[in-house]
């Protein structure tokens, strides 16, 4: 690939992106000790100062059953 | 015949293992630029010291403990950059969909678990048609990881390195089919944008080079436990914890009139520091500490430019912790 390609390529990539501002997926974390329950935006403001302070994400294929 | 180093065959883990001595189930294969093959080292120590023999030397040797750990140095592709902090840090959440997964990602809270995610490591080199190496090692840790920018032309300006650590449990051969070579996306350091206690180091030309650093200061001497399991009659780690970790942030920028880094330094103003690159929209990484402060604002200078190198001091902040990450790329179920 030259470096046209590759530009060209990059260009093609961000004209796919969605429009932002859409809505954003929710993800389900828990804590393992507390087994409280926390469902919120995935972005990072929302995410991080939960993690921080241990919770976990909890798979998909885990029922959301405070205390599992 | 012999064998090239070319031929390498690298294969990390691609999900967390269940526990330290369960292989991984999948494997992602990356190329690395560092020519440093694994050694699977068997440990003996022998009773030279000992007395009572008559004499200073030794008269037998006796197996100790599997001794394993490597570095892997790579261009800053976004797949590895987003494997090799989800790992290093060990607190992930995987959120988003196909083309672009999302991965928040936390150091681990000691309150909740001292073990970062465990993978396996699996290296083949084949040779006159069989293999020369084909081991996996099983039960890895990231012990430090290092991504360092610089300016210049090339996938050189933007590198990760990896420093891991094995459990020593070994499996050869590996009986691991490797997939083909991963696709990777380049972060060059042209696409960056860095922030540091509210300077823009990009807008105003200034940034030269710097690194990101995160050291975990694994526990290895407290992996060998009684019961920690042995093999071949050498002692196998059962656990590798988190020691004191250390957060590392420097940069070094052209030094102008109006640089303010010297006046924050001596103010002890902290603030944000928040670097990113990318590929494009779908492949990135953004590295952020919420409280940064300068230890040290050091003169220097590049290409006979003044610049100055400041070393930051990453603090605790309440809601965003010492350092997080967002990595975005193509792959599913990194460390999960």
Known sequence: MDFKQEVNGVDAAKAEQPASGSAAAKVRLRHPHTGDIQEVDATPDKLVPLMVQGYQQIPPEIPATKGV | ?336
Not at chain 2, 7 to 18: A, F, I, S, Y
Not at chain 2, 58 to 63: G, K, N, V
Not at chain 2, 293 to 306: H, K, L
């Open chain 2, 1 to 336: 015949m012999a064998a090239r180093v070319q031929q390498l065959v690298l294969g990390l883990g691609l999900g967390e293992q269940t526990n330290i001595a369960t292989a991984s189930a999948a494997f992602l294969r990356f190329k690395k630029i560092d020519m440093a093959l694994t050694t699977p080292k068997p440990v003996f120590e022998n009773d030279a010291a000992e007395i009572g023999k008559g004499h200073e030397f030794a008269t037998a040797t006796f197996p100790s403990h599997y001794d394993v750990a490597n570095r892997i140095e790579k261009y800053a592709s976004a797949e590895f950059v987003a494997w090799a902090l989800a790992f290093g840090l060990g607190n992930v959440v995987q959120s988003g969909s196909s083309p672009n997964y999302t991965y928040t990602i936390t150091p681990i809270d000691p309150g909740t678990s001292l073990e970062l995610p465990y993978f396996s490591v699996v290296e083949q080199v084949p040779e006159g048609g069989g293999a020369a190496i084909d081991n996996m090692h099983i039960g890895c840790a990231i012990e430090d990881f290092t991504y360092a920018f610089t300016y210049g032309p090339g996938r050189a300006s933007s590198k990760l390195t990896v420093n891991w650590v094995g459990s020593g449990k070994l499996t050869t051969p590996s009986g691991v089919t490797v997939p083909a070579l991963t696709t990777e996306s380049n972060m060059l350091a042209a696409s960056m944008a860095l922030t540091v206690n509210g300077i823009d180091l990009v807008a105003t030309k200034r940034i030269l080079s710097g690194s990101i650093g995160w050291k975990n200061n694994l526990l290895l001497n407290a992996g060998f436990y009684p019961g920690s399991g042995l093999q071949s009659g050498l002692q196998l780690r059962g656990r590798m914890e988190i020691g004191a970790r250390v957060p590392s942030f420097q940069f070094t920028a052209r030094l102008l009139a109006t640089s303010t880094e010297a006046a924050l330094l001596l103010a002890q103003t902290a603030g944000s520091a928040v670097l990113s690159v990318q590929y494009d929209a779908n492949h990135s990484a953004a590295f952020t500490f919420p409280q940064l402060a300068f230890q040290m604002v050091e003169n220097t200078e590049a290409d006979g430019i003044v610049a100055i190198t400041v070393t930051g001091t990453p603090e605790y902040a309440t809601s965003g912790g010492v350092f997080s990450a967002v990595c975005k790329c193509g792959i599913t179920g990194i460390a999960g």
